[in-house]
């Protein structure tokens, strides 16, 4: 069988009918395509753009969009003329009336080069009322030969109207076996990782949170083995105060994190996610974990130290985050980080 868009990740139902449906020719001229932000909305649009353009189109033989071709290159490298991409600027919090009327004027210019033209309008919701219906004209008479596809988190705040003339796709969040799939035959740093330490594959699967972005993020920045190596700082440090290591032990366990004050604030938060936890897991053994990658791991770590002295550690960690976003000085703020911790492990 025919193997349709092949660069994107599970949906498989979605992927067949739509597949079927540009080699049949019968594509609607509008998609919504919905979901939660690293579903892979944007990757389904530029598959569609590069399966109605794809100069293997035709042969049964190859995957669609083949990924080789002159066309499917460009499209992939986000170089080609007849896919436009409109979007809202950063610093505003609406797409305007005006970019959504030029856009739809450009749908009526004749093609640069290709059979299709695509137009793509990424986070659609963010659409004015105005520039909504400025958008409907345009999908109650398309132009042939024009899709366009509309990418939103939030299809509430889309108009019904526009709803009704587009083929809602929706898509969703990966679960932990797809991405840790995908992980696994991407990565070599992610093969490593499982065959060292399933636990911590684990972690880093989960805390990738069924964002296919962000699981290639984790891999792309390789970021896998550092993550890996800063939740065992975590568990160290927490180790420490069940121990209720000296101000040596506890200095030693801190001045494994990070300098930076960036990468120190986003450690402590770890670190405060961690605690909160544990903490949980002490009121209910089977609760849901954020940091832990199981309630299991978290509560066999829950049995070294005592909510009291959890809340106290909590509350200094809380306290140096607050300070490190208020640009505090990073090496004092680690010596009153450490005097804190160590009497809170000690009380
Ligand atoms: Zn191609």
Redesign the pocket.
């Known amino acids: 069988m025919r193997s349709y868009f092949p660069g994107l990740l599970g949906n498989e139902d979605t992927r067949n009918r739509i597949g079927r449906a540009i080699e049949a020719g019968t594509i609607p001229h509008a998609f919504l395509i919905g979901g939660p932000s690293g579903s892979g909305k944007s990757t389904l649009a530029t598959e569609i753009a590069?399966a109605l353009n794809?100069?293997?189109k035709a042969d049964m033989s190859s995957p669609l969009?083949?990924?080789?071709?002159n066309?499917?290159r460009r499209i992939y490298g986000g170089n080609y003329p007849d896919v436009k991409i409109l979007e809202k600027k950063k610093d505003k919090a609406t797409l305007g009336v005006d970019p959504v009327k030029d856009f739809r004027e450009d749908m009526f210019l004749s093609s640069t080069e290709s059979e299709h033209k695509i137009y793509i309008i990424d986070d659609a919701e963010s659409m004015t009322p105005e520039a909504q219906n400025a958008l409907l004209k345009v999908l109650e008479e398309p132009p042939a030969s024009v899709t366009i596809i509309l990418l939103a988190k939030e299809c509430d705040r889309i108009l019904t109207t526009i709803k009704s003339r587009t083929q809602y796709i929706a898509m969703s969040r990966f679960d932990d076996k797809t991405l840790s799939e995908w992980l696994l035959s991407e990565s070599a740093e992610a093969r490593t990782l499982k065959a060292t330490d399933k636990a911590k594959f684990a972690g880093l699967v989960m805390s990738a949170d069924g964002r296919l972005g962000l699981a290639k993020q984790l891999v792309g920045k390789r970021l896998l083995d550092e993550s890996a190596e800063e939740r065992g700082e975590i568990i160290d440090l927490i180790r420490a105060v069940g121990q209720k290591a000296s101000y040596a032990g506890i200095y030693a366990a801190l001045s494994r994190f990070p300098t930076k004050r960036v990468e120190l604030s986003a450690s402590l938060e770890r670190l405060m996610s961690a605690l909160r936890d544990l903490l949980v897991i002490k009121y209910d053994e089977g609760a849901a974990t954020v940091f832990f990658p199981t309630a299991e791991e978290a509560a066999r770590l829950c049995g070294e130290i005592s909510a009291k002295r959890l809340v106290a550690v909590y509350d200094a960690v809380s306290e140096a985050h607050e300070l490190c976003s208020r640009n505090a000085n990073v090496s004092n703020l680690i010596s009153s980080l450490c005097s804190n911790i160590r009497m809170a492990a000690n009380n």
């Open positions: 590069a794809c100069e293997k969009p083949c990924g080789r071709c066309a499917c």
